[in-house]
T-cell receptor, first 112, second 110 residues
Framework: SAVISQKPSRDICQRGTSLTIQCQVD?????MFWYRQQPGQSLTLIAT?????????ESGFVIDKFPISRPNLTFSTLTVSNMSPEDSSIYLC?????????FGSGTRLTVV | SQQGEEDPQALSIQEGENATMNCSYK?????LQWYRQNSGRGLVHLIL?????REKHSGRLRVTLDTSKKSSSLLITASRAADTASYFC??????????FGTGTRLQVFP
């Protein structure tokens, strides 16, 4: 299976600012995903990060709010833009390989 | 979007008892997976059951799948305090992406 390094592990941000979360995988993977987990809730898929093309967003999520980059098969970033307290959540990246799925340890974001 | 519902939302039992959690989903699937998440920590993959399988075992875990009812259950036998966590089912909707259920919070008292 793959090993994911997700950074930062946590951050406290001012409202109106943006935070970029990085996801680095130790092997090339085709499929990378970004999830949000609001406090006490389950994981909600934000988007599929496509290498070399625009991400595919799920209903309720838009590129202007959650821009995603995928420059190669081992790296992706998710930006949470113009943050408000409602964006306080854990954000997780995930990859799919022949072994199944691996999840990063998550970024705990608090917006004040 | 959430694929489906899990019940109960919360479950409290004593050590040694069995815990059963149910998951219902909405679309056809290739497989269904169960994950555990300890408070504030990452996801741990527990078990995967394919759509052509009806039951699968792994240690103290038993998973069933009924594709006609679009439902699955996770049974943890002889529970331990260390089993205290949130449990999520996840389905693939015949795609590469995983969609999670709402989850069950399990509390096991020593």
């Amino acid at each position: 299976s793959a090993v994911i390094s997700q950074k930062p592990s946590r951050d406290i941000c001012q409202r109106g600012t943006s935070l970029t979360i990085q996801c680095q995988v130790d092997s090339q993977v085709t499929m990378m995903f970004w999830y949000r987990q609001q406090p006490g809730q389950s994981l909600t898929l934000i988007a599929t990060a496509n290498q070399g093309s625009e991400a595919t967003y799920e209903s309720g999520f838009v590129i202007d709010k959650f821009p995603i980059s995928r420059p190669n098969l081992t790296f992706s970033t998710l930006t949470v833009s113009n943050m408000s307290p409602e964006d306080s959540s854990i954000y997780l990246c995930s990859v799919q390989g022949h072994w199944g799925y691996t999840f990063g340890s998550g970024t705990r974001l608090t917006v004040v | 979007s959430q694929q489906g519902e899990e019940d109960p939302q919360a479950l409290s039992i004593q050590e040694g008892e069995n815990a059963t959690m149910n998951c219902s989903y909405k679309t056809s699937i290739n497989n269904l997976q169960w994950y555990r998440q300890n408070s504030g920590r990452g996801l741990v993959h527990l078990i995967l059951i394919r759509s052509n399988e009806r039951e699968k075992h792994s240690g103290r875990l038993r998973v069933t799948l009924d594709t006609s009812k679009k439902s699955s259950s996770l049974l943890i036998t002889a529970s331990r305090a260390a089993d205290t966590a949130s449990y999520f089912c996840a389905t693939d909707e015949n795609t590469d992406k995983l969609i999670f259920g709402t989850g069950t919070r399990l509390q096991v008292f020593p």
